[in-house]
T-cell receptor
Framework: AQKVTQAQTEISVVEKEDVTLDCVYE???????LFWYKQPPSGELVFLIR??????QNEISGRYSWNFQKSTSSFNFTITASQVVDSAVYFC???????????????FGTGTRLTIIP | DAGVTQSPTHLIKTRGQQVTLRCSPK?????VSWYQQALGQGPQFIFQ???????QRGNFPDRFSGHQFPNYSSELNVNALLLGDSALYLC??????????FGQGTRLTVV
């Protein structure tokens, strides 16, 4: 069975500090996909990134970066120079490869509540 | 281009009642998935609809059922409501295995 663990329940940092959110996953699939979503107080899950299991290149998008390490089954997310608007709950998710049709069924972690202190 | 829209945004029901939640997918998306998010937890997959059929189902009882219409919109029905059904219900739409886009959710309270 698939499982995603986000050990950090809550993190608080002062604005402009860097912060890393940890994500560890378990799966028996050789092909799978990893995601990060942001959930602000409004409730909507905002898609941030999707990576497949064959692409271990780190990715940077503005102040966001992701470190995928298959050897440790981790997919960590770093926010550089944090801002108050980054305050939200962040979820890591995993899906299996569905070859025949349609789209991924996501298994989510329990989330990390990030608070940026002005 | 409207994103995923859900209605209603909030709902209060009594134990034993039935409820229907609605979802309109993002334009061009043909697959709709439903998730239940209890307070302080991550979303849990309920089921997924594609071509008007239930294609995948999570570990939820038969009290949870759904439907997808020809225009790809979807409904989630829950019968015989329990207090434990109180949660945020999220709808996600996608196409061609592109990452799912979520709506703002329906917060259901069962009293």
């Amino acid at each position: 069975a698939q499982k995603v663990t986000q050990a950090q329940t809550e993190i608080s940092v002062v604005e402009k500090e860097d912060v890393t959110l940890d994500c560890v996953y378990e799966t028996r699939d050789t092909t799978y996909y990893l995601f990060w979503y942001k959930q602000p107080p409004s409730g909507e899950l905002v898609f941030l990134i999707r990576r497949n299991s064959f692409d271990e290149q780190n990715e940077i998008s503005g102040r966001y970066s992701w470190n995928f390490q298959k050897s440790t089954s981790s997919f960590n997310f770093t926010i550089t120079a944090s801002q108050v608007v980054d305050s939200a709950v962040y979820f890591c998710a995993l899906s299996e490869d569905i070859s025949n049709f349609g789209n991924e069924k996501l298994t989510f972690g329990t989330g990390t509540r990030l608070t940026i202190i002005p | 281009d409207a994103g995923v829209t859900q209605s209603p945004t909030h709902l209060i029901k009594t134990r034993g009642q039935q409820v229907t939640l609605r979802c309109s997918p993002k334009s061009g998306h043909d697959t709709v998935s439903w998730y239940q998010q209890a307070l302080g937890q991550g979303p849990q997959f309920i089921f997924q609809y594609y071509e008007e059929e239930e294609r995948q189902r999570g570990n939820f009882p038969d009290r949870f059922s759904g439907h997808q219409f020809p225009n790809y919109s979807s409904e989630l029905n829950v019968n015989a409501l329990l207090l434990g059904d109180s949660a945020l219900y999220l709808c996600a739409s996608s196409v061609n295995r592109v990452a799912a886009f979520f709506g703002q959710g329906t917060r259901l309270t069962v009293v």
